[in-house]
C-alpha cells in the first residue's frame, strides 16, 4: 500500500508498507533513477555534529563520525513522519528496506527505530519489542569508519543490515576505491550475479577489495541496476557447487571456502593470491574472539548471576547471629565459618565479573535518557553493589597498608551509585514493588568509612605511628 510520496527540492522517492504472507510487515524505499545518477556526483562526507538528525549514534569510544551529507538531508525530510512510524512498528515485525538511495535512506531508518527500541526497553523494560531487519539493493556505502565502529559496539544493531550487491552494479561500488575512500562497510554482503551466483561475506577488508574490483570493471557502465531478475535468477539456481578445480583439494578447509565464495560470484581471478591469504588471516583472528567471546555468555552469565546473588543474601541473613555478614567475612572463626566463606569468595567474583562487563558496555553507550539503565537492571545493580562490595572493601582493607579504598574503588561501583542517584524515581519505583534484602545500608562505603576510623584511631593511640596491621585483624 503506497503510505506517501516525499517531494525533495532535487527529486521525487517513494516508502511504501506492505505485508508478506508470514505476516511481516515491509517498509520499502524506492528512488529514482534519475536521481541516483545525479547524486554519484554528491560524495563528502560531514561530521555528524552538522546533522543532528543522527546524534543518536555516537558512543563513548567512538564519540564522532562522518556520513554522507546529501543522503542525510534526504533522511531530514522524513523526520516528522518516522516519527509516527516508530511508535508503530517499535513492537512489530518489521523488515525495512530500499533500492540504490533508498538502501541509505533504510539505513538510517533502521538505526532511527533500534534507538527508539532501545529507549523503550531503557525507560519502560518493556519485553514486547521487535527489532527490525535492513536488506538493501545496491545501496552505496554510507558512513566512515567511526560510524562503523559505532555501530559495531551495538551487537543488536550490527547483526541488522543485510546489503544485497549484484556484480555488475556501478552504483554499490561507487565510494570504494581501496586507497583513498573514508568510506567503511556496514554489516553483511551478498554479492550475485546475473546467472544466479551468490556469496556472502562479513569480512570489512574483503568486502572493499571486492567492492574495488566491481568499481574498475563497471567504469563505463553508468546504468542503475535492476535486481528483479537478478533476485529471480538467484532462487531459480541450482544449489550445486560442483567439482572442485585443480589445487583445491589442496587448500585448507577455511581457505577453499573462501576460494569457492569468490568463485561463485565470478570474483576469483579479480581477488590477489594475497588478499585471500590476508582474508583467511583474519577469518582465524575472528573466529579466536568470537571462542572468546562464547565464554562470556550473557543469557548464562546473568542466571549465574541471579543464583549467586541469591547465596549472597542467604549468607547475608544467616550471618546476624553472628554478628553480622561484615565481620563473619573478615574474621571467620570456625572451619565450617572460611568453608562457607571460601564459597562466597566464589559466588562474589561470578557477580563481579558479570557486573564490570555489563556496566562498561552500558558506560559506552550515549548517556541520554535511552542508554540508561533499565528499571529491573538499576534496581539489581543497586542490590548487588550493596551486597558485595562491602565484602570487597573487607579483602581491600585485610591487604597490610592498603587504606583510602574511595579513591581505588572500581569504576563499575561508581557508576552504578551514580546512576543511580540519577534516576531515584525510577530506583524508588522498582525497590516498592520488592523488599530490600535485610540489613543493607544505602552507601555501599560505609565499611570503608568505618575502617579509615579504625585506622586513625589506631595511629592516634599508638602516637601517630602508620602501621594498622592490627586494624585489618580486629573484628567490628
Known sequence: MLIKQFQTQREAYELHTMATRSGIDVLAFNDSADYTAGFLGEFHLVSYKELQVVDFIPTKVNPSFSTN?????????LDNYLK???????????????SGLGGYLAILSTLRLQHAIDVEESINGSKKTKRPICITFGSPLVGDASFQCAIAERPKWKSSFLNVVARKDPVASFFSSIDDTPYKPLGTFLFCTESGGHAAFEDQDLIMAILDVMRLSNADNSQVCDYTDVLSSMRKKVMYRGVPGVGELDLNLLRAGITLQLKKVDLLKSISDDQIVKMEKEQIDIFRKKNL??????TKKLNDSKISLTYMEW??????REGGYYDSYKNPKSREEIEKKQEMVRHKRTLNQYWEKFIDEKDKMPQKEGAKLRKRWLYSGNNYRRIVEPLDIVEYYLTAGNTNYTEKRSNHYKLLEKWSKEDKEVLKTSEEKRSKAASLTEDSCFWAHVEEALIKLKELKNGGSNSNTESRTGAI
Not at 512510524?85 to 513492537?91: C, D, G, P, T, V
Not at 549468607?315 to 546476624?320: A, Q
Open 69 to 77: 551529507k546529501a543522503v542525510v538531508q534526504l533522511f531530514e525530510d
Open 84 to 98: 509516527k512510524l516508530e511508535h508503530k512498528y517499535i513492537n512489530t515485525p518489521l523488515i525495512i528496506t530500499g
Open 293 to 298: 567471546a562464547n565464554a562470556y555468555d550473557p
Open 315 to 320: 549468607y547475608m541473613k544467616t550471618r546476624k
